[in-house]
Each structure stands twice: as C-alpha cells, then as structure tokens.
C-alpha cells in the first residue's frame, strides 16, 4: 500500500519533471586548465557555470576527475553560491581534447554495459561534489552509429537522473550537451533530435571556431561570425539547422560565445579589413590579451564580428558590439539562452557583463 502510493507519486512526479523546462540560461564554463582559482570566478553575470572537464576511464568507461581537479572541483558549487546563490553548476564531461576523447565517448556509448557505468558514475561523482547538473561534452559523434548510440546514452541518462530524483529526494540532476554549432566544424547529421530534444534540459551549441586562423592562414577572417553574406556557414545558419533540421525546440538551445580571437599576419600593413591577405595564422588569442594590445576595436554588424590591429597584427575576434548583437539575436530567437567558453578569458568581466545585460532577467 505505502509502496504503491510512492510509486504513483513517483511517476507524477517525475512526469512533472520532464516538462519543467529551464527558465533561461546566462551560462559560462570554467576551465581548470585556464588557471584561473575557483575563488576568482565572479558568478554574478550567469545563471548556470559549467565546471571543465571530468574524463572518462578509457577501460572502466567511469566518469573521473583527474586529482589535480579534485579540490577546486569539490569547492566549486559552494564558492561560487557563495557569492550568487541562485548560480546553477554543471560538471562537464569530456570537451575537445581531441580524437582519443572522442574515441572513449564512441566506445563507452557502444554498450549498455558501459553507457550504465558511465551513467551511473556520473551521477554519483556529480552529486558527491554538490554539482546540479552533467554535462556530455562529446566532441563529436561522428558516424550514425555513433547517433543511435547517443540517443540511448541521452534515454538512458534521463531515466537514471529521474530515479535518482525520487530516490534521494533531490531536484533531479540538470541535463546538459555540449554539441557541434555548425557543419563547418562537426556534420550535424550525426545527433538524435529527437532523443536531445526528450531527455536534455540545456543544448549548448558551439557556434564558433568556423573560420579559424589556423584552417585560414592565407586572409584574416571573421572567426565566428553571426551571419555570413558571402558564404554559408555562420552561427545563425548552424543554429536554423539546429532548429529546422534536427528539430530541436528554441527553449533548449544556448547560443555559443567565445571569449577569445584569433590572430593573424598582415601582408601589408595599410591592408587591415575582413579578408585581407596574411602571411600566416598564429592561433588562438584571449579577450583579455587582445584588449592589452590596446588597439581600436572595428566592429562589422553584416558579419557580426570585431576586429583590430596594429602594424602587421590582426585580430579577429569578439568584442562587446558582437557580444551584444549575439545575445540580442538569442532573445529574438526564443533561445534558451547563452553560454560562452570560456570565462577566465573575459577583460574584467566586461563581455559576461554586457551578456547578461543584453539578456535582461
Ligand atoms: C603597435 O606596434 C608597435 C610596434 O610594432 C608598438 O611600438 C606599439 O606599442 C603597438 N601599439 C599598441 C597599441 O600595442
Ligand atoms: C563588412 O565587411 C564586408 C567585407 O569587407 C564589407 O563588404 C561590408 O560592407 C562590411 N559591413 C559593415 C556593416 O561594415
């Protein structure tokens, strides 16, 4: 009898819990390699922060976290409630450190043997450390096996998060992906909608790196443009895709900012715009370490994108202008929101700021 009450209780509930979608998301990741200490985050611009990265055991297929992180990840929640309260964490797990992270991700999700040892341990190595929530940072599926077996990872997950709801009696564990923003970067062919759209709470796609110095050395470039009127790929044709192909609903998809440029060798130094030849790409470069060049930012509102140079160096790269374009756009959009990667790049918090604002409440 009282069994049977939980159980009917239990299956409201969780009913419930599936439609309770996120109000909206203001999102920033962490990332323990940046160097930045957990007690320097300022939580105050976001709603979410997502703590980077947890592994995957490439035999046990268990979610780890490698023992350089165990402190700063233990005190992570607490630290930045400390100074934001309503601040939600995510643990992500994985992120793009290549092919052999990937590879794990192909081979964990292969099994349901292994999808439950990586399921089950990630919720407990996320609830030992007071996180609210996982997020799969799969980069990328990339064949259609890989899709199936990402749809019953993300089935599996969201039927383990909601049992684990009911048995502890906890908020069920926010559900979060980090995913390809554009087929310029991974074939969006390979993610389950349907599945992503079921059982994920937050969508964050990575609408940038499209046009990056080191796959364009030859022309500076706008690296992450919101529109693109000479070509196809920009982050609104990635998000339309997102939204009109795979069929994932506005209300789960966070729209990708990147708190970093990239930096290129002019040819000639009087030839300074969008697209004028280089020398070479020199890679990736910090929002914080472009302003300290301390070079008058252009901003170009057809591509959505900022650059500045000074002699032969050119930096493509968002500033507040594209910062709150972006976000505008977002709102417009009926977006869930926006996140970027990530925040120990940002100039004093200037971007976080002028995002958060551009959101509203
Ligand atoms: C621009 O570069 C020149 C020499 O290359 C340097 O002297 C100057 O300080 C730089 N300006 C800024 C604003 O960094
Ligand atoms: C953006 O850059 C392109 C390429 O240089 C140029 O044709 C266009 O006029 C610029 N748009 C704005 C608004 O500056």
């Known amino acids: 009898m009282e069994k049977t009450k939980k159980q009917s209780l239990g299956i409201a509930i969780s009913s419930v819990l599936m439609i309770v979608a996120e109000a909206s998301i203001k999102g920033g990741y962490w990332f323990s390699g940046s160097g930045m200490a957990v007690a320097d985050i300022n939580p105050n611009p976001f709603t979410h922060l997502f703590c980077a990265f947890a592994n995957i055991d490439s035999t046990t297929f268990k979610v780890t976290i490698s023992s350089s992180d165990a402190y700063p990840f233990s005190i992570f929640t607490q630290t930045v409630q400390g100074k934001n309260p309503c601040v939600r964490t995510l643990l992500s797990i994985g992120g793009g450190g290549g092919p052999a992270i990937a590879a794990v991700f192909s081979q964990m999700a292969t099994t349901a043997g292994r999808r439950k040892a990586f399921i089950d341990s990630s919720i407990s190595v996320a609830r030992a450390n007071n996180f609210h929530g996982i997020d799969v940072d799969w980069e990328y599926p990339s064949s259609s096996t890989d899709k199936t077996n990402f749809g019953a990872l993300t089935r599996e997950l969201r039927a383990a998060v909601n049992q684990e709801a009911l048995t502890s009696g906890k908020s069920p564990l926010l559900l979060a992906a980090a995913v ?3 087929d310029q970067i991974s074939p969006l062919q390979y993610y ?9 709470d937050i969508v964050n796609a990575m609408t940038y790196d499209l046009f990056p110095s080191y796959a364009y050395p030859t022309s500076t470039q706008p690296p992450a443009p919101l529109y693109n009127p000479q070509g196809l790929f920009s982050a609104d044709q990635g998000i339309n895709q997102w939204l009109n192909t795979l069929g994932v609903p506005p209300y789960k998809l966070a729209l990708g900012l990147p708190f970093y440029g990239y930096k290129w060798t002019l040819s000639n130094p009087s030839v300074n715009g969008l697209f004028a030849p ?7 470069i910090k929002y ?3 302003k300290a060049v301390g070079a008058t930012p252009n901003y170009n509102a057809s591509f959505v994108t900022n650059y500045c140079y000074n002699g032969t ?3 493509g790269y968002d500033d507040v202008d594209s910062i709150k374009a972006k976000v505008s756009y977002a709102k417009i959009k009926g977006l869930l929101g926006y ?3 990530n925040v120990e790049q940002d100039n004093n918090w200037a971007l976080s700021q002028a995002a958060s604002t551009a959101w509203g409440v």
Do not use: E, R
């Open 278 to 284: 280089t020398t070479q790409g020199l890679g990736a």
């Open 180 to 182: 390809a923003g554009s």
């Open 192 to 200: 389950p909608g349907p599945d992503i759209t079921n059982n994920l």
């Open 339 to 341: 996140f970027a990667w």
């Open 288 to 290: 914080k370490d472009i």
């Open 313 to 315: 160096n050119w930096y």
